[in-house]
């Protein structure tokens, strides 16, 4: 029914910026979470951000406030997440998710769809 697809990875070099986009398939649901989670090789899955699609409310975790900022644009159905002085430990596998997580944002066994995931490499 929901279908994710992540791109604009890449390289970076430290202190750089990069934007990711996640086109979500039809009509997203006005109660779905959309969030952003990431993981490196070696480390579990890892919550970065997300946004409620009804309100526009966001969140984040305290590694990424003030330099990431998600968002959503309703008529192209799209979530962004721009990353702005990114530092090597930022570098990841990043996914686009969608769900119905409640209160359980950060959780990324509360979300029932994934994107492939997109390579997000800073270099030092």
């Known amino acids: 029914q929901v279908a994710l697809v992540e791109s604009g990875g890449g390289l970076v070099q430290a202190g750089g910026s990069l934007t990711l986009s996640c086109a979500v398939s039809?009509?997203?649901?006005?109660?779905?979470?959309m969030g952003w989670f990431r993981q490196a090789p070696g480390k579990e899955r890892e919550f970065v951000s997300a946004?409620?699609?009804?309100?526009?409310?966001?969140f984040y975790v305290d590694s990424v406030k003030g330099r990431f900022t998600i968002s959503r644009d309703n008529a192209n159905n799209t979530v962004y997440l721009q990353m702005n002085s990114l530092k090597p430990e930022d570098t990841a596998v990043y996914f686009c998710?969608?769900?119905?997580?409640?209160?359980?944002?950060?959780?990324?066994?509360?979300?029932?769809?994934w994107g492939q995931g997109t390579q997000v490499t800073v270099s030092s």
């Open positions: 998710a969608a769900g119905r997580p409640g209160l359980f944002l950060t959780l990324a066994n509360k979300y029932d769809y």
């Open positions: 946004v409620r699609w009804s309100s526009g409310a966001t």
């Open positions: 039809g009509r997203t649901l006005i109660t779905y979470v």
